[in-house]
């Protein structure tokens, strides 16, 4: 069972300045709430139980969020009629039990954030997820485990593309397609039109095996002189390790991006009333 779930917060967030100058990108509200709680909301829905939290020590702000305790008491004693308040007081303190926090204070990509986590992951698999994909509508981690129990294998989150935008992406070699999983042969990060092996595109949603652990403790720095998870993926790939894309069923988000994180705010307010229709 997978039980632990990765998110890597240690990010600068530059595509939302002057924004995230003085705000973590994962703590701007998103329709009066914070975004990284749509990933948390999530994650327990689909049964995680404890979350790997990587963060730098500029961003220890979010580890504040967490475990603001003093103030909230204090404020509910003086608004003690305020339900709202206290509900969600205690969904904070309900994740603040499930927290654990790592530290990856130089921006070394992907795989070195990874690596922190190694000593803290119990099982054979674990979820790994990008906080700037939001996923409405559906539960795209719930959709994944419930796949990785039949096939005993990684999933990867995919959506396709439009050919033009290939080059924005990480694209996969795909090997053989049923309904909406397929069989991964490689992934490309962000190809040329013309050599894209395809266009499905690798969304922030894994579940990985503990094994690339192994993987990255030898790998190389690659693009940027960073150490990329990709590059470990397809290496896992090449020793035969099976993994499957999962084309999911929810609506795709980009909050990374100012257009993105306006957009999400407008969504997910659409969701929330038509729920009152």
Not at 19 to 40: C, D, F, M, Q, R
Not at 181 to 204: L, M, T
Request: net charge positive; aromatic share 12%.
């Amino acid at each position: 069972m997978i039980k632990q779930a990765i998110i890597p917060l240690a990010g600068l967030g530059t595509r939302l300045l002057p924004l995230t100058s003085v705000i973590p990108k994962e703590l701007l509200p998103i329709n009066g709430k914070a975004g990284i709680e749509y990933i948390l909301d999530e994650c327990v829905e689909a049964g995680i139980k404890e979350f790997i939290f990587i963060i730098s020590k500029k961003k220890k702000i979010i580890k504040e969020y967490f475990f603001n305790d003093k103030f909230f008491n204090k404020i509910i004693k003086k608004k003690r009629k305020d339900k709202r308040l206290k509900f969600e007081f205690a969904k904070i303190k309900k994740y603040k039990k499930m927290i654990k926090f790592v530290y990856q204070n130089k921006p070394k990509g992907t795989g070195d954030a990874l690596l922190k986590c190694a000593k803290l992951v119990k099982g054979n698999y674990f979820l790994f997820l990008l906080p700037d994909d939001l996923i409405i509508k559906k539960n795209c981690s719930r959709e994944m485990i419930k796949l990785h129990k039949k096939y005993k294998s990684s999933i990867i989150a995919s959506k396709k593309v439009s050919k033009k935008d290939v080059s924005r992406w990480g694209i996969f070699k795909i090997k053989k397609f049923k309904k909406n999983n397929f069989y991964i042969k490689d992934v490309v990060e962000k190809p040329v039109i013309k050599k894209a092996p395809s266009n499905y595109a690798v969304i922030g949603r894994y579940i990985l095996p503990k094994n690339l652990f192994q993987i990255l403790r030898k790998q190389k720095p690659g693009q940027g002189g960073e150490l990329h998870i990709t590059d470990g993926i397809r290496q896992l790939i090449k020793n035969r390790y099976k993994f499957i894309g999962h084309i999911f069923s929810g609506r795709y988000i980009d909050c990374g991006t100012m257009n993105g994180y306006i957009k999400s705010s407008l969504e997910i307010s659409k969701l929330k009333l038509w729920k009152f229709l």
